[in-house]
């Protein structure tokens, strides 16, 4: 037998489908209600307090998201779930915003969460390399990169950032990675290490990534001039192919530590998979400096 559907019954279900396509998302900078979050026992100024931190700290699961997005967006997620929990209690037994904070990312699962981000120590040629930071930091962060991939000039700032960040504490060695040998990038990869040579490494740095696409020898010439190399001595270098062979040996030294894609980074030898910024990268390295004596040096 079959059963007829009531008219205004199938109005009413096409109301509800087409409402439901054009409802706006939840926004979770400005939701009060996170999924399966128990605000219960709070005022109503612990309250606002807990949604500014749960949107203002970031999630542990590498989403690259905070946690109140990553609740919204992705609600399945056990990490957000849980760091938003952790807030809560630890607001109901009356402490301080920053003492959540602090709990947050000094949680077991933050810290397993970080731990995961390292693979095995290796060992890494860091004589002679262009660095910023104390020869004798705590902390040494070596950065494989291609001067033409977008990526590592995202990363190139954020790393630097990074390290300035720590002045007294860590130190930035650049190796050279070009992905591949005939190019650009490996062309301007020669022409930084003659700018090494010269003092400039930086400087010439900065040039490229400030427009990668632009990289050829007129324009790395051109670059050296601006930043007050000794022109003669940077083209007879850059001419001559005499930096190629150190090029070559890094990328080998790259490819033999695991790296396969740039950027790559490695934190005091251990290849480092997550993100490189200066929000995500401090609290780990805030926590390896606790594992490291202060007389301590690489």
């Known amino acids: ?23 706006p998302p939840v926004d979770w900078k400005t939701v009060t209600d996170l999924p399966a979050l128990d605000a219960s026992g709070l005022s109503a100024a612990e309250r606002v307090s807990l949604l500014r931190i749960l949107r203002e700290e970031g999630c542990s699961c590498n989403c690259k998201m905070k946690i109140a997005e ?39 699962l933050a810290r397993t969460r970080r731990a995961s981000l390292f693979g095995e120590p290796v060992k890494l040629s860091l004589e002679g390399a262009p660095s910023l930071g104390p020869a004798n930091a705590r902390i040494t962060i070596v950065e494989f990169s291609d001067f033409q991939c977008p990526y590592c000039r995202v990363a190139a700032a954020n790393v630097i950032a990074v390290a300035r960040k720590f002045p007294n504490d860590v130190r930035l060695v650049f190796k050279q990675f ?48 601006e930043i007050g190399l000794d022109l003669r001595r940077f083209t007879t270098e850059l001419d001559s192919g005499k930096y190629r062979r150190q090029v070559e040996t890094e990328v080998r030294e790259g490819s ?9 980074f490695f934190i005091n030898g251990r290849h480092y998979r997550g993100t490189i910024d200066p929000e995500t990268v401090a609290p780990i390295l805030e926590e390896e400096l606790k594992k490291i004596p202060l007389k301590a040096s690489l």
């Open 1 to 23: 037998m079959k059963y007829m559907v009531p008219a205004f019954l199938c109005f009413a279900l096409l109301a509800a489908t087409l409402a439901a396509q054009t409802s």
């Open 70 to 108: 990553c609740r919204v967006k992705d609600p399945g997620c056990g990490d957000s779930r849980t760091l938003a929990s952790i807030a809560a209690q630890e607001l109901r037994a009356k402490r301080s915003p920053q003492q959540v904070r602090a709990a947050l990312r000094d949680s077991d």
């Open 178 to 225: 070009p992905l591949e040998p005939a190019s650009p990038a490996a062309l301007a990869a020669q022409a930084a290490l003659a700018a090494h040579a010269q003092g400039k490494f930086w400087e010439l740095h900065d040039k490229i990534f400030s427009n990668p696409r632009a990289v050829s020898r007129a324009m790395l010439l051109g670059w050296g001039k």
């Open 256 to 264: 033999a530590a695991g790296v396969t894609g740039t950027p790559t």
